[in-house]
C-alpha cells in the first residue's frame, strides 16, 4: 500500500506513562483533525491547481501495553475493561473531568479507563481500530517457551 505512513515511533530508553503519551499525541490529532475537515490541497503535473485530499488515521499498530496507553485503558494486567466504544468515550470525557490525582487513580481503579487524545477524531473506533502488533506476541510467546 503506497498510501500508508509511520508517524510516529516513540523513542526510549524508558517507557513512556499514558500521561505523557496523550502530550505526545495532542498535535499529531490536532492535524490529523484539520487534515479529515479541511483537507489540503495538493498541486500535481495533472492538476496544477491541486487536487484537495483528506486524511484519516486507518489504525494504531503497537504492542500491548502500549495499545492500552494510547487507547486509554488502564494496565495491560487489570482485569475489567469495556470494549463498547461509546462507554469507553464516555468513560475517558469523565476522567478528562476529574480535578484531583487521588480521584484520577480511583477512577482507574474502578473502571480501567482514562482519557484519550484519539477520541477527537469521530471517525476513530477505540476498540476496533488500535491493533497489537502479531510479531511482538508471538516473539514474546515464544520467548517465554524457551
Not at 7 to 35: A, R
Not at 87 to 113: D, M, P, S, V
Request: aromatic content about 8%; charged content about 15%.
Amino acid at each position: 500500500m503506497s498510501n500508508l505512513m509511520c508517524t510516529s515511533i516513540l523513542p526510549g530508553p524508558k517507557e513512556q506513562n499514558p500521561e505523557q503519551i496523550q502530550q505526545f499525541l495532542h498535535p499529531i490529532i490536532s492535524d490529523l483533525l484539520h487534515l479529515w475537515k479541511d483537507g489540503i490541497n495538493i498541486p500535481t503535473e495533472s492538476c496544477p491547481k491541486g487536487h484537495l485530499v483528506r486524511v484519516i488515521l486507518v489504525a494504531v499498530v503497537c504492542d500491548k501495553p502500549a495499545a492500552h496507553k494510547v487507547r486509554g485503558f488502564a494496565s495491560h494486567s487489570h482485569t475489567h475493561f469495556c470494549t463498547i466504544y461509546a462507554e469507553q468515550c464516555k468513560l475517558g470525557e469523565e476522567y478528562w473531568n476529574l480535578t484531583t490525582r487521588t480521584a484520577c487513580k480511583n477512577f482507574i481503579k474502578e473502571h480501567a479507563t482514562r482519557y484519550t487524545q484519539l477520541s477527537h477524531l469521530p471517525y476513530f473506533n477505540l476498540v476496533e481500530q488500535i491493533i497489537i502488533d502479531p510479531m511482538h506476541n508471538l516473539f514474546l510467546a515464544s520467548y517465554r517457551q524457551i
